[in-house]
């Protein structure tokens, strides 16, 4: 039987609509929520993503601010901005769309970001606190993928969870997370051979490379879970994620598509730890943030 479909597109839509009524009820109280984004250059797909989350902030009745630098901005610049919006009140979230030009240490900008700001999740703070499972602002990309899973009634605990991938924005946090989650993990990489053994023990796969096809049917048990997090164009210029979606899709039990998986979720969890950053930073409403 064909997997069920995991409609990230849909589950997204949903959330946005519980976002935009909690926006609307903190509107009533005077607090708005308010996200700046700051975009370097002029990357098309880095484009593309922040008139996502500008359009999202749009339609949930989050203020948004977008700040537009050249991609020969100095490192000292883009930091003065970052520092200028920890500053300010209205701003409760700041997102430094990345990638940033090799002249720009990331690591930098993060750290310099405010973490009670970082609605990415991406600064040391909230890592740590969310390694030794304290409240912190998780990650968009891994807690998406939790959030869609839930929303499938997908159980976690005690599963054994491959995440293939191992970076800073998707497979590390999420390794994390689902530990956090009670699910045995084990992390696969780039020299991780013959990557089919462990991609095979899997009842929940998740693949973040970025290499279109890695994943055949082969490579799976049958009723395996499938969480694609690639993002590839293909010769023809279609976007397709890392899984071969229709062989994968007749043996496993649920897949995500690509697009319309992890990807919305992603921008949906930013909307979410907007609204968060926002009930942090307001004494009268704190008790609603937990
Ligand atoms: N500061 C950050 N930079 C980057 C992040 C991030 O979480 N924070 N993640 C990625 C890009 N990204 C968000 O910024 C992102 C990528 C893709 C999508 C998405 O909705 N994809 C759609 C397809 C879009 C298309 O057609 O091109 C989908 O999968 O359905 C959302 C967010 C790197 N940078």
Excluded: W
Excluded at 183 to 203: F, G
Excluded at 206 to 228: M, N, S, T, Y
């Amino acid at each position: 039987m064909p997997a069920k479909l995991i409609d990230g597109k849909q589950i997204a839509a949903d959330k946005r609509q519980q976002i935009k009524v909690k926006v609307q009820e903190l509107a009533e109280k005077g607090l708005v929520p308010g996200l700046a984004v700051i975009l370097v250059g002029e990357n098309p797909a880095s484009q593309s993503y922040v008139k996502g989350k500008i359009r999202d902030c749009k339609e949930v009745g989050i203020h948004s601010e977008l700040i537009r630098l050249p991609e020969t901005v100095t490192e000292e610049e883009l930091l003065a901005e970052v520092v200028r919006l920890n500053r300010a009140p209205s701003i409760h979230g700041i997102l430094v769309q990345l990638p940033l030009p090799k002249q720009i240490s990331e690591d930098k900008v993060i750290e310099t970001i405010a973490p009670e700001k970082d609605v990415d999740g991406f600064h040391p703070v909230n890592l740590g606190k969310m390694m030794i499972g304290q409240d912190c602002f998780e990650p968009c990309t891994p807690a998406g993928i939790i959030e869609m899973l839930h929303a499938c009634k997908i159980r976690i605990a005690g599963k054994h969870v491959i995440i293939v991938g191992r970076s800073h924005i998707v497979g590390k946090p999420a390794s994390q997370l689902f530990l956090n989650h009670d699910a045995t993990v084990t992390i696969c990489h780039s020299r991780t051979t013959p990557l089919a053994e462990y991609t095979k023990q899997a009842d929940i796969l998740v693949v973040a490379v970025g290499h279109a096809g890695l994943i055949g049917a082969e490579d799976i048990k049958p009723g395996a879970i499938v969480v694609d997090v690639g993002m590839n164009r293909n010769a023809d210029g279609k976007l397709v994620g890392d899984v071969e979606f229709p062989e994968v899709s007749q043996k496993a039990s649920f897949i995500t598509p690509v697009p319309g998986g992890v990807g919305p979720m992603t921008r949906v969890m930013l909307l979410e730890n907007t609204v968060k950053a926002a009930l942090a930073s307001d004494g009268r409403l704190q008790s609603e943030s937990r």
